[in-house]
């Protein structure tokens, strides 16, 4: 993949309790949609606005290693789309040390955009994060 080019990062966080065990999905796709990359992965016990949060900084860590420079984030989370946009104080200091790490993050791409999607555009997403949480191990 070209550094040119815009990669959208689909991002979902799961939790089965609030808290309660916790999976993040990430799915990393290109201009057509193609999946090229993705994570899908356990946290532990977290609520879901962590794991959020976490998904959301494992696919900028992602991105960086994978030196994607121009990367368009869609997450299904009003709360934390707003948060990292300024939009919403971020008073949870569990949280605020997520915003803290993915506004340090931030300045290591050409071109970084987060946007609000409604759950049905993020089904991937939630489907990798749904594999982790019924993954035994």
Known sequence: MST????????????????????IGVSFQNNDGIEFFSLSEKI???????????????????????????????LDSELVVKQMKGEYKVKNKDLLVFKNKCESLKSSFQNFEIQYIPREQNARADQLANIAQDTKN
């Open 4 to 23: 040119k080019d815009t990669t959208f990062i689909y991002c979902d966080g799961s939790s089965r309790g609030n808290p309660g065990p916790a999976a």
């Open 44 to 74: 532990g016990n977290a609520t879901n606005n962590v794991a959020e949060w976490q998904a959301l900084y494992r696919g900028m860590e992602e991105a960086i290693k994978q030196n994607l420079q121009k990367i368009k984030f869609r």
